[in-house]
């Protein structure tokens, strides 16, 4: 019989229990918990890289990706040259054994560039690396699509499928539907030209087809007008950090760096340079920071813009530069010549984002500088857009469904050519549905023509725009063609802005044209007129309900109603 006294001593038989229960409790410990997997360096010089500039580096490269685990680093180490060259799409998303690679880390040590040697430049579809996604397209792995049962609103936290999307919290999913309003009887439930109305969005909770997000949704999804639907991300990959490294796409490919299907990454420390395309692309992406990165020699209407982002939930990009955009033209070869235009920064589809310290410089390009698309609820602190310089090449466009989105300290200057045109205007509202934006102390000086419009003109000729705001801030005419400020849809404000010459007016508030309603029942209040600087004339207002006060003219006409009233 086990001798308890010779075993224990004294202590009671309660006192050997908590010891036991103790030893117990350290050994399941063991046995659940066991020792951690270290992360491992895979450094592509081990597996036959050169880096030299000369040799191929594509091989080597691939088997590094393969033997990767998760957590582990991708490592490009300084060389005498630096330079890996790649034949092929470098792919990160999961390892020779089906692993995905969450958790990884690719490192080129602040001086690696991988410099794709793409030889057929007749047809640019290659991408210098792609994170996520199939490693075929620009895109998230989307699932099957799954119609919403009933109208989910816009800032609800929660939408209804009509049946299981297969989602558990911590999923990712993408709101989609049509751009083009069918409500309005035209039966057209497709997207808008340049891409439909959507966003990716957490999964909080699920209760039967029920599924709460974690932010909330940014429109008011319909599946009877505009056919929205829900789709899960398939694998998305996790926990990526990209840093300290240039893709160079030796003027061939089409896009340098990819993320799809990404969340909670990080890009940072990354120049991305000389594709005929998007040098950087997002595509289907929730919580992703991009910071400190430099794009040059970039850029396609066809091909994407020279920074894109599309279906972005919660995007964060801080100090972003894009210059010397392609300058192609109409007539040039490959798919991403097709069409003239070398778009600058472009986001699309997507929501409550921040984006801090962008700049734009469109010397010499073809194509809008900076324009957003079913962009909404996004906020944009110290953008920079300037030189945008041919025809109708607009500094900021707002375009089609972009809503609730704020522009602080934006500055916006010499975009588009002289002359009559509206369309050459530093800040141009176009499309269906931009409603809500606000430009808060911005500087929009010196563009070809108006230097904020807000025009009827849209797709559907609907002329849907509405109760857009300028608040404080310097606008200063080029020319007395067009007034300074432009406006042509209802409920707009201006308060609080600084407005110079030259210009046939300081605001000017159209009248009805065609569908469109004009600018009733806009708010001018407080804003000054600077005397002497070639403003013809102060404030027009096309409607009795336009109205404001504290507006210091200067001895300038205005025929503005007073009264009190408030910016929406």
């Not at 019989?1 to 004294?10: L, W």
């Not at 966003?199 to 909770?205: F, G, H, M, P, T």
């Not at 909670?264 to 395309?277: F, I, L, M, N, P």
């Amino acid at each position: 019989m086990f001798n308890v006294k010779h075993r224990f001593g004294s202590q009671s038989i309660r006192s050997r229990s908590v010891w036991a229960n103790h030893l117990l409790l350290l050994l399941a410990a063991f046995t659940l918990c066991p020792a951690p997997v270290y992360a491992t360096v895979q450094n592509v010089l081990s597996y036959g890289a050169v880096g030299d500039g000369v040799h191929d580096d594509t091989s080597a490269i691939n088997a590094a990706i393969a033997a990767m685990q998760p957590g582990d680093t991708l490592l490009f180490p300084c060389t005498t040259n630096s330079t890996y060259l790649i034949n092929s799409q470098l792919t990160i998303i999961q390892n020779s054994h089906g692993v995905l690679l969450s958790d990884v880390t690719v490192d080129g040590s602040g001086c690696a560039i991988i410099k794709d040697q793409y030889s057929n430049a007749g047809t640019p579809t290659g991408k210098i690396m792609v994170i996520g996604g199939t490693g075929i397209g620009i895109d998230a792995n989307y699932g099957p699509t799954v119609a919403l049962s009933a109208t989910a609103n816009e800032l609800s936290p929660s939408f209804t499928t009509v049946s299981g999307l297969g989602v558990n919290p911590g999923d990712y999913v993408r709101l989609q539907q049509g751009g083009e309003d069918s409500s309005t009887g035209s039966g057209n439930t497709a997207c808008d030209p340049d891409g439909c109305r959507g966003e990716v969005l957490k999964v909080a909770s699920v209760s039967g087809n029920a599924v709460t997000v974690t932010t909330a949704l940014h429109d008011t999804y319909d599946p009877v007008a505009n056919s929205a639907v829900a789709q899960k991300i398939s694998s998305p990959l996790t926990g990526i950090t990209v840093k300290n490294i240039t893709f160079d796409g030796n003027g061939t490919n089409a896009y340098g760096l990819v993320l799809a299907g990404v969340a909670y990454s990080t890009v940072s420390g990354v120049t991305a340079r000389k594709v005929q395309g998007a040098a950087i692309f997002g595509g289907g992406d929730f919580n992703v920071a991009w910071s400190n990165i430099t794009v040059t020699q970039a850029g396609s209407e066809d091909c994407g813009a020279a920074a894109h982002f599309e279906q972005q939930g919660n995007l964060s990009v801080n100090t972003l530069s894009i210059s010397q955009e392609n300058q192609q033209q109409a007539g040039g070869s490959g798919t991403c010549f097709i069409n003239a235009g070398a778009f600058g920064f472009s986001l699309t589809g997507s929501a409550n984002s921040t984006i801090t310290n962008l700049t734009v410089d469109a010397t010499g390009a073809y194509g809008r500088p900076f324009k957003t698309a079913a962009a909404r609820w996004n906020i944009l602190n110290s953008v920079t857009v300037q030189n945008g310089s041919q025809t109708y090449d607009n500094g900021v466009t707002i375009e089609y469904y972009s809503s609730h989105n704020t522009f602080n300290e934006c500055v916006v200057t010499n975009n588009g050519k002289s002359g009559s045109g509206t369309g050459n205007a530093g800040i141009n509202l176009l499309g269906n549905f931009n409603q809500f934006n606000v430009f808060s102390n911005c500087s929009v000086t010196g563009n070809g023509n108006v230097q904020f419009y807000d025009g009827y003109f849209d797709a559907l000729r609907l002329g849907t725009d509405a109760a857009n705001a300028i608040v404080g801030g310097t606008y200063t005419g080029s020319n007395s063609a067009e007034a300074v400020i432009l406006l042509e849809a209802p409920g707009d404000s201006v308060s609080g802005a600084t407005i110079n010459g030259p210009g046939s007016l300081g605001i000017e508030m159209d009248s009805a044209t065609g569908n469109a309603p004009g600018a009733p029942n806009t708010c001018i209040n407080n804003n000054v007129f600077v005397a002497g600087t070639g403003l013809i004339g102060g404030i027009y207002a096309a409607f009795g309900s336009d109205n404001g006060s504290g507006n210091q003219l200067n001895g300038l006409s205005i025929n503005l109603t007073p009264g009190t009233c408030t910016a929406p």
